[in-house]
């Protein structure tokens, strides 16, 4: 299964809200898709798995949606520190798990 | 607090070894399925192996099987990656990851270290 993520870069000012979107191409199972944020310089962090479920300590600016192919990632306002890469991923019970190529959300 | 502590890292030429640890400490380490990820400019996160909670399961992306081997010492919190016959390829930040669920492994990564350079250069 093939993750396409649009789009590539979003230029946003903060207090904007963000639509992320995470297409796959072919349906995931029990919406098995997660999201994860990455500043610069740092590892990955898990916000979302189950489609929107939020992870431990995440804020609810942000949210998940979608079932089947497509997928949201919402964040309803940006704050200084949301300006980073966002990756959505499908999981299952068994390997290979498998990453979109990320969309960046930059300062206009 | 969860903390994963990865090392090992370096310059190695191709065709080489080496090898990888990550020490984990906050959380029982001995119930998670552990995973390393790699993330290079130009194939962005992949994910490359897993290990059962007991160390009795082990699973690698197509790109490292037979060359790469994952293991764990419960005793020590401590998770390994060896590396064999290393291509240009790899050359990568090399993550450890705990899984989300314990006693089992979905591949959600949960909590990440902060990762180790590998370069793989003549």
């Known amino acids: 299964i093939v993750l396409a993520q649009s789009p590539g870069t979003l230029s946003l000012s903060p207090g904007e809200r963000a639509t992320l979107s995470c297409r796959a191409s072919?349906?995931?199972?029990?919406?098995?898709l997660a999201w994860y944020q990455q500043k610069l310089g740092q590892a990955p962090r898990l916000l979302i798995y189950g489609a929107s479920t939020r992870a431990a300590g995440i804020p609810d600016r942000f949210s998940g949606s979608g079932s089947g192919t497509d997928f949201t990632l919402t964040i309803s306002r940006l704050e200084p520190e949301d300006f980073a890469v966002y990756y959505c991923?499908?999981?299952?019970?068994?390997?290979?798990?498998?990453f979109g190529p990320g969309t960046k959300v930059e300062v206009k | 607090q969860v903390q994963l502590v990865e090392s090992g890292g370096g310059v190695v030429q191709p065709g080489r070894s080496l090898s990888l640890s990550c020490v984990a400490s906050g959380f029982s380490f001995s119930i998670y399925g552990m995973h390393w990820v790699r993330q290079s400019p130009g194939k962005g996160l992949e994910w490359v192996a897993v290990?059962?909670?007991?160390?009795?399961?082990?699973f690698y992306a197509d790109s490292v099987k037979g060359r790469f081997t994952i293991s764990r010492d419960n005793s020590k919190n401590t998770l390994y990656l060896q590396m064999n016959s290393l291509r240009a390829e790899d050359t990568a930040v090399y993550y450890c990851?705990?899984?989300?669920?314990?006693?089992?492994?979905?591949?959600?990564?949960?909590?990440w270290g902060q990762g180790t350079q590998v370069t793989v250069s003549s």
């Open positions: 072919q349906t995931l199972s029990s919406n098995y």
């Open positions: 990851a705990n899984d989300l669920y314990s006693k089992s492994s979905w591949g959600v990564f949960d909590y």
């Open positions: 991923q499908k999981y299952s019970a068994w390997p290979p798990w498998t």
């Open positions: 290990i059962s909670y007991d160390g009795r399961n082990t």
